[in-house]
């Protein structure tokens, strides 16, 4: 058992007969995501040749972990539009824009799970609603758990790093430029990049 399970109707009996390992069971808690050692983005087709990337800097969301009941653990995630890096101040300055994530008027985007299957070994699938401008539509993110650790600092801290991939028309992003060789300025499918480390809170 790891420590995301997969949702079943199967009898609160039932599932307490199963074994518990214990290193996932003291796992359980709730986890605050530290964002100045994790990191969300994204890489992007460019003009048909090259790929960018990019990162949102602020975000912030937390992991509900049951470790002795794996299909009871959930995900949020929300990150800040106006913190999109790419390295480039005007292509930032664009994607901002209502042109495409439109952050004035939708300044966060959202992910919230709603179930989680175990893969096998350390890998485990998501399954949530990603909400980006005023559109909401269901997302899975395939998930390696990295492992979990004590710092320096005395925190107890949990890894996770995976990815999806994405059609950005699906959720109201359509923004592109013809190119005269053929084809188009920026790809419909989108790569999303997680790469997580969350601190457990004390009880």
């Known amino acids: 058992m790891g420590l995301f399970g997969r949702k079943n109707t199967e009898s609160a009996t039932t599932t307490a007969t199963l074994p518990v390992d214990p290193a996932l ?30 990162t949102f ?28 890096d790419t390295g480039i101040a005007d292509r930032d300055n664009h994607l901002r824009s209502a042109d495409f994530f439109d952050a004035e008027q939708f300044p966060r985007m959202s992910f919230r799970s ?4 175990h ?20 997302l899975s993110i395939d998930l390696e758990f990295n492992g979990s650790a004590t710092d320096v600092y005395g925190n107890e801290r949990v890894g996770f790093e995976g990815s999806a991939q994405i059609l950005r028309s699906d959720w109201g992003l359509t923004w592109n430029a013809a190119l005269e060789t053929g084809g188009v300025m920026v790809s419909d499918k989108v790569k999303l990049n997680f790469d997580i480390s969350a601190i457990k809170q004390a009880a």
């Open 25 to 54: 069971a003291a796992l359980t808690g709730t986890y605050t995501i530290d964002a100045a050692h994790s990191s969300i983005g994204f890489t992007v087709r460019h003009a048909m040749v090259t790929n960018v990337r990019g």
């Open 57 to 84: 800097a602020a975000h912030e969301g937390t992991l509900d972990l049951n470790g002795s009941n794996p299909a009871h653990s959930s995900a949020s995630i929300d990150v800040e539009i106006a913190s999109v």
């Open 114 to 117: 709603t179930e989680a299957a």
């Open 119 to 138: 893969l096998g070994g350390d890998t485990y699938r998501v399954t949530g609603d990603l909400t980006i401008k005023d559109v909401t539509r269901p």
